[in-house]
């Protein structure tokens, strides 16, 4: 139940100087930087809202590393983003699906913060009014606190000292963890400012949603289509499930977190090491979901546990509610 007195709503600011409290090393340096995410937020969130106004939809006639069409807003919130940092002194690079390598950003020495995003996540729906997405990594790699971050100091996602994502959807909204749980806000377009409205969220421990595009099932490994069966066997499976597949990873892991269930992104012929980028998609969104009591796996391993090798890297994805990702990761193990 929100008090309707605005002044006593907890503000994202307030919500993370607050958590600042609780270190007493911090220097206040991450409080900054994930100011500066939710400001590029709402700049993107205004931007998106009257991209069909503006003449921002569409594609760029260009492709990314990743050999994909880049569309305009993947550009416009590719730059958003990383000029928010751009003079910040605060990140050493900026890791992004929309750029071949990192961006090293203007910075003293010391800065100890390597950002890697997904800037526009679900861009097949961006031209169609639809959710999309941005997601942010925040790692602190290992150095000597003498140079800056070096992102080939990246070991893995546990590296990771924030993550968190903002759905740009009906509403905006903005959650994120620094290792203290998942916490959700909802952007006040009214005053400017995300409001804590999903404090301490806990995932379900099972659900009934799951979240992949079937069309690529029959070229799934045979455990993997061997899961789904199960899932959508009703004589079989531990109750019914509905499937829910957005089109944006952001919104089908929001639903994930919020209602319980599963989304599945696991190789296939198109994509033999998985279609989802391990540094700004997945290890991200691992961080937030394990905050919130979830799981996340590519059927072998842990996500966080996962050895970063590159900065494009794509892994087998799964993730969600802790009994499914039991159920599949036991699938999995079996000899289908
Ligand atoms: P983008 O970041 O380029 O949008 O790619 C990721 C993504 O769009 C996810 O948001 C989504 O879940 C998935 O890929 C959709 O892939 P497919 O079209 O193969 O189902």
Redesign the pocket.
């Known amino acids: 139940m929100m008090d309707d007195h605005p002044a006593r709503r907890v503000t994202l600011q307030r919500h993370i100087l607050e958590s600042q409290r609780h270190h007493r090393e911090a220097t206040g340096e991450l409080s900054v930087l994930l100011t500066q995410i939710a400001y590029a937020g709402k700049i993107f969130a205004h931007a998106l809202g009257r991209a069909p106004l503006a003449g921002r939809l569409g594609s760029t006639g260009g492709t990314n590393v ?1 050999g ?1 069409v880049t569309k305009k807003l ?1 550009v416009f919130g590719n730059e958003t983003i990383t000029d928010a940092f751009a003079t910040s002194e605060l990140v050493a690079a900026v890791v992004s ?1 929309e750029d071949d390598e990192p961006r090293p950003m203007a910075c003293g020495p010391g800065a100890k913060y390597i950002l890697c995003i ?1 800037p ?6 961006s031209d169609i009014n639809g959710v ?2 941005t ?1 942010f990594g925040v790692y602190q790699p290992a150095t000597d606190g003498a140079r800056e971050a070096d992102v080939a100091h990246l070991r893995s996602g546990r590296d990771q000292v924030a993550a968190g994502y903002i759905m740009y959807g009906p509403s905006t909204a903005f959650a994120y963890t620094t290792g203290e749980g998942l916490h959700g806000f909802t952007l006040d377009e009214d005053i400017g400012e995300f409001v804590l409205t999903h404090p301490a969220i806990r995932c379900p421990e099972a659900g009934s949603y799951y ?3 079937l ?2 099932v029959p070229t799934w490994p045979s455990n993997a289509r061997r899961y789904i069966e199960h899932l959508t066997d009703s004589t079989e499976a531990a109750h019914a499930y509905s499937l829910r ?8 892991v929001h639903r994930t977190v919020l209602e319980g269930g599963i ?1 599945l ?1 696991p190789c296939d012929l ?2 033999p090491d998985g ?3 391990l540094l700004y ?1 997945c290890a991200p969104l691992a961080f937030v979901v394990e905050q919130a009591g979830g799981a996340a796996s590519t059927g072998r391993a842990r996500v966080l546990d996962v050895p970063i090798q590159s900065v494009h890297q794509r892994i087998p994805f799964v993730i969600g509610s802790r009994a499914e990702l039991e159920r599949f990761d036991a699938f999995m193990r079996s000899d289908a």
């Open positions: 990743q994909e993947d699906e997904d526009l996540d679900g861009s097949s729906n999309v997405g997601i979240s992949a595009n069309a690529n597949y957005s089109g944006a990873l952001v919104a089908d989304y992104y198109r994509h279609k989802l980028r998609e």
